[in-house]
């Protein structure tokens, strides 16, 4: 509270100082010099303002840091399929829907990337987007001799974004009442769906099966006069973010089109030979705050995302991700994508899934590997995912209130009976199934698993979780990721805190099964920490975005903010 007392001082010094010896300023400039220093006091003395205040001082670099970074997808990655090009006949005025796959040979963008290096951490990407160790690619030096940072990809992509309301009035689809979907086909399963998630508020993703009536509905949003074109594609948009440092230079390799190829920074170099005839494009139907569609209200922001993408059949590319890391030599190893798998058939997916097991579990047990989760609706994929395969390879895993509550019903675990989150998720029961994967699924010294860290963020807060012993650092790292969700939302380099507003509960119990604590956040120390049988909690609100531009690829920017301010111990 001092410093606040301090600043009034001061500030109100400088301004009798000011008239002082310019007694000649005319009362309007000394009006706005009042009102500007009055402004600047309010929002320092804020509730956001003091939140912010107290992340700044909570972020701090991990005493060990991250050198290299390996992020990866699944071998079975769905590649491109329905693509936003060029016509090659007909009207040469108006872009074309193919449902085609590009000419990319995976292997050679696999041999053609590199890393980059930062201070803290350079990065691999793989499978959807794919990244290896510049020593395996003869060239790169050619297209770009002053690379630091190279990025490569097979599924860059032009995100078309829009209002879900208006391309749904477009469509000629009529509000009615939401259903959830596991796949889409058709007109009305996409309104219903869209319904279902936007009066939650919530965020999902669904595969579209209907190739035809797809390509229908991309033609209309793509037309459409509010759509938008982003960069799109994990790996995309890594470069894109890292691009905005001057001093960096990023190699994107992959199916870049002529659309995708003219969004990219001018720090982004793409070789010839990633450049493709055609764009591939995600749907991202996004919705306001308050938002009506029929009888339907949207709670909050958010966005629904759909596409019509076929696997390629391509099951060596983890493989020979794998096998890159003894020569590449990371410290972390991002992986993620699995939620895409669904598209295809039980007897397929199981199958994949043991082949990517069979190769992740080839990386060394020394380099910590993080799995971020997405939307999915298969139950048994998501108990395989759980209690056989995945989740006792990994040491971290990302994902949302979603996400967290389907791995539950999934699992049969604590509050399964829950079918939704009504409004904000409570803390209690998030802290429960959240001890509840760690105690059961995590590391302990009976159970051969690995996991020991877990990264949830919903919109109002953040929480990370982690079994004692095996990482640091945890009250910065959730504090960066808070703080990225609040810039990235608004599309400010810092919080702007006349933008933002304080949605989490300033009170909660930390349990709704076993007897809980009773806890109060206080604005200047806005990080809090409790312990439960061996696991610590790390909890943060987020200043929420009051209008935000653009909610896609928050989780992941959530996750990677955190993990770069992790630290993991050395076992």
């Known amino acids: 509270m001092w410093q606040r007392s301090v600043c009034v001082g001061l500030l109100a010094l400088a301004l009798g100082y000011l008239c002082l010896l310019s007694p000649e300023l005319s009362p309007p400039v000394l009006r706005h010099l009042s009102a500007s220093l009055l402004g600047t006091l309010r929002r320092a003395g804020s509730l956001e303002g003091r939140m912010v205040s107290a992340w700044q001082a909570a972020i701090v670099r991990p005493a060990r840091g991250w050198a290299r970074v390996a992020v990866g997808i699944k071998p079975t990655i769905l590649v491109p399929v329905l693509v936003?090009?060029?016509?090659?006949?007909?009207?040469?005025?108006?872009?074309?829907?193919?449902?085609?796959?590009?000419?990319?040979?995976?292997?050679?963008?696999?041999?053609?990337?590199?890393?980059?290096?930062?201070?803290?951490?350079?990065?691999?990407?793989?499978?959807?987007?794919?990244?290896?160790?510049?020593?395996?690619?003869?060239?790169?030096?050619?297209?770009?001799?002053?690379?630091?940072?190279?990025?490569?990809?097979?599924?860059?992509?032009?995100?078309?974004?829009?209002?879900?309301?208006?391309?749904?009035?477009?469509?000629?689809?009529?509000?009615?009442?939401?259903?959830?979907?596991?796949?889409?086909?058709?007109?009305?399963?996409?309104?219903?769906?869209?319904?279902?998630?936007?009066?939650?508020?919530?965020?999902?993703?669904?595969?579209?099966?209907?190739?035809?009536?797809?390509?229908?509905?991309?033609?209309?949003?793509?037309?459409?006069?509010?759509?938008?074109?982003?960069?799109?594609?994990?790996?995309?948009?890594?470069?894109?973010?890292?691009a905005t440092n001057p001093d960096l230079k990023i190699l994107l390799c992959g199916p870049v089109g002529p659309k995708l190829h003219e969004l990219l920074d001018d720090n982004v170099v793409v070789p010839p030979e990633s450049m493709q005839e055609r764009d591939e494009f995600h749907l991202i139907l996004e919705y306001q705050a308050g938002e009506e569609w029929g009888r339907v209200r949207a709670p909050n922001a958010n966005r629904f995302i759909f596409s019509h993408d076929l696997s390629n059949g391509a099951l060596n590319m983890l493989e020979v991700f794998v096998s890159s890391l003894d020569e590449f030599q990371p410290d972390l190893v991002v992986l993620s994508g699995l939620h895409m798998m669904e598209g295809q058939s039980k007897e397929m997916r199981q199958r994949r899934l043991m082949e990517a097991v069979a190769s992740i579990s080839d990386i060394p047990t020394d380099i910590p590997i993080h799995l971020e989760l997405a939307s999915m609706t298969d139950q048994d994929f998501m108990s395989n995912i759980m209690h056989q395969q995945v989740f006792p390879l990994v040491n971290s895993i990302g994902l949302n209130e979603q996400e967290l509550l389907f791995l539950t019903q999934a699992a049969s675990g604590p509050h399964a009976s829950l079918t939704s989150w009504s409004g904000i998720p409570d803390v209690g029961i998030v802290s429960d199934i959240l001890f509840w994967v760690l105690k059961e699924h995590g590391k302990t010294t009976e159970r051969a698993s690995d996991l020991t860290r877990i990264h949830f963020h919903t919109l109002a807060y953040h929480i990370l979780v982690t079994v004692d012993g095996y990482w640091g650092n945890q009250a910065a790292a959730v504090a960066a990721g808070a703080r990225a969700a609040g810039t990235q939302a608004c599309a400010t380099e810092t919080i702007d805190t006349t933008k933002v507003f304080l949605k989490a509960p300033l009170e909660f119990v930390t349990s709704q099964i076993e007897a809980p604590s009773k806890i109060s956040i206080n604005p200047d120390e806005p990080v809090v920490h409790w312990h439960r049988e061996g696991i610590s909690f790390h909890f943060t609100p987020v200043l929420v975005c009051k209008d935000p531009v653009r909610t896609v690829g928050l989780g992941d920017a959530i996750s990677a903010e955190g993990l770069l301010y992790s630290e993991a111990y050395p076992q």
Request: proline share 6%; glycine share 10%; aromatic share 4%.
């Open 84 to 242: 936003l090009g060029e016509p090659e006949a007909a009207n040469e005025e108006q872009p074309i829907l193919s449902h085609t796959h590009p000419p990319l040979d995976h292997t050679a963008c696999l041999n053609s990337a590199g890393c980059y290096e930062t201070l803290l951490s350079s990065v691999v990407l793989l499978g959807s987007t794919l990244l290896v160790s510049p020593h395996t690619c003869p060239g790169v030096a050619a297209v770009c001799p002053g690379c630091i940072v190279l990025s490569c990809s097979v599924n860059a992509c032009v995100d078309v974004v829009l209002s879900g309301v208006k391309l749904l009035e477009a469509l000629g689809v009529e509000p009615g009442d939401g259903k959830n979907h596991a796949v889409l086909s058709s007109r009305q399963d996409l309104g219903e769906a869209f319904a279902h998630f936007m009066g939650k508020g919530a965020a999902a993703e669904r595969f579209f099966s209907d190739a035809e009536a797809f390509q229908h509905i991309a033609r209309t949003a793509s037309e459409h006069p509010g759509a938008q074109l982003y960069v799109g594609g994990n790996a995309a948009l890594i470069g894109q973010k890292l």
